[in-house]
C-alpha cells in the first residue's frame, strides 16, 4: 500500500478518487488492484475487497467479508493520503470500521456538524439499524447538498445504500435525511483546506479608520472569492455604507477586489470610494469605476490633496508653482 503524504485535502482527495470504480470480489482469490482490468475483475457482493487487505497490512486485523464503507475511509482515504500517525489524529482517536464509533470520535472532540465542507465525514443515519449505518468523504460543497466519495455503496444520487458493491461518487440534498458531518482537524495537523485552483495571491492594507471606504452602487454583492467566476455570493451591501478591507487583490481581468473582514467576503473595487493605505505606508483615494486620483490637487471632503504621477498622495514638503497657462505644477522643496 502506497501512502502518499499529502499536505492538502485536495490532493489527498485524488488518492480517494483512484479508487472510483472499484467493484467488491467474489471471493479471497483474487481482490484485484486499481487499474481499469483490476477494478472489475472478479467482481461480486461477497465483501472481499483490496480494502481489507490494506486494513490487514496496518492493524493486523483480517476484516474480510464484513461491510467496509468505514474500513474504506480510514485506510482507503485517511491512511494512503496522510499516513497511520496523521490518520489516527485526523479521525479524532482512530482507525475505525464501524460508523458508530467513527461518530462518537468526532462528537466528542466538538468536530460535528450540521452543514458540510470539503474534506469532511459524511455519516448517515438508518432507520432500520436506529444507529449510523453508512459513511463517505465530502469532496464537494454544493448550494443545496454535497458530493461524496462512498465505498460498500451503489450509484444513484440522493440514495443512501449501505451495504453495495462499488465504490462510487453520490450527490446528495439536504432534508430528507438524517446526517452528520465530522470535521477532522487538518489545519491544526498541517493540512491546507485551500483549494490550489483558487488560491489567490493577497496584499495587505489600511483604510481610514474614520470613515472605511463607500459603497457607490445601489447593492454591491459580497462573494466568497475575489472574482465573478467560479464564486458564490454570500451577501449585499448597500449604497453609502461604510466598510473596512484588510486586503486587496486581483482578478483575472485586473479588477481590484477588497476583503472586509466583519463580513468575510470580496467587494469589487469598481464600486467603492475611499481612502487606501498600502502596506508600505503610502495613501491613495480610490474612485467609482475602479480609477485613482494622479498627478494634481484635487479636493476631498472640502480639504486638498495633492497626489503624484503613481497616484500616491505626496507628504513630503512641496511647492505648487503656475506654468504660462496658469496649471500647478509640483516640485519637492
Request: charged share 20%.
Amino acid at each position: 500500500m502506497k501512502i502518499y503524504g499529502c499536505n492538502n485535502v485536495y490532493d489527498a482527495i485524488k488518492v480517494a478518487e483512484k479508487c472510483l470504480g472499484y467493484l467488491e470480489k467474489a471471493n479471497m482469490r483474487d481482490l484485484g488492484d486499481l487499474t481499469p482490468e483490476g477494478k472489475v475483475r472478479n467482481a461480486g457482493y461477497g465483501n472481499y475487497t483490496l480494502y481489507w487487505s490494506w486494513y490487514d497490512e496496518v492493524t493486523d486485523d483480517n476484516y474480510q467479508g464484513s461491510a467496509y464503507c468505514a474500513g474504506w475511509l480510514s485506510v482507503g482515504y485517511f491512511v494512503r493520503a496522510f499516513g497511520v500517525n496523521l490518520a489516527k489524529k485526523l479521525l479524532c482517536g482512530d482507525l475505525f470500521i464501524w460508523c458508530p464509533s467513527g461518530y462518537e470520535q468526532f462528537k466528542k472532540a466538538g468536530r460535528i456538524y450540521d452543514r458540510p465542507k470539503v474534506g469532511d465525514v459524511v455519516f448517515y443515519w438508518s432507520e432500520s439499524l436506529g444507529r449510523w449505518g453508512h459513511t463517505g468523504l465530502v469532496v464537494k460543497e454544493l448550494d443545496d447538498g454535497w458530493v461524496a466519495i462512498e465505498a460498500n455503496t451503489s450509484s444513484g444520487n440522493d440514495v443512501v445504500v449501505r451495504n453495495g458493491g462499488a465504490t462510487v461518487r453520490k450527490s446528495y440534498k439536504y432534508g430528507g435525511k438524517k446526517v452528520a458531518f465530522g470535521r477532522p482537524p487538518y489545519e491544526e495537523n498541517g493540512i491546507s483546506t485551500q483549494d490550489p485552483n483558487t488560491m489567490i495571491t493577497t496584499y495587505n492594507i489600511n483604510t481610514n479608520t474614520m470613515f472605511g471606504i463607500i459603497i457607490d452602487a445601489d447593492t454591491l454583492n459580497v462573494r466568497n472569492l475575489p472574482t465573478v467566476n467560479g464564486s458564490k455570493v454570500i451577501g449585499q451591501l448597500k449604497k453609502g455604507m461604510s466598510v473596512k478591507p484588510t486586503l486587496k487583490s486581483f482578478d483575472e481581468k485586473g479588477t481590484r477586489w477588497y476583503y472586509v473582514p466583519d463580513i468575510n467576503g470580496w467587494i469589487s473595487g469598481n464600486y467603492v470610494h475611499g481612502w487606501i493605505q498600502e502596506a508600505d505606508g503610502r495613501w491613495w483615494y480610490a474612485l467609482y469605476g475602479g480609477g485613482w486620483y494622479t498627478g494634481d490637487v484635487y479636493v476631498i471632503n472640502e480639504v486638498a490633496y495633492l497626489f503624484d504621477d503613481a497616484g500616491y498622495m505626496v507628504e513630503e514638503p512641496t511647492i505648487l508653482y503656475p506654468d504660462k497657462n496658469g496649471a500647478l505644477h509640483s516640485k519637492k522643496r
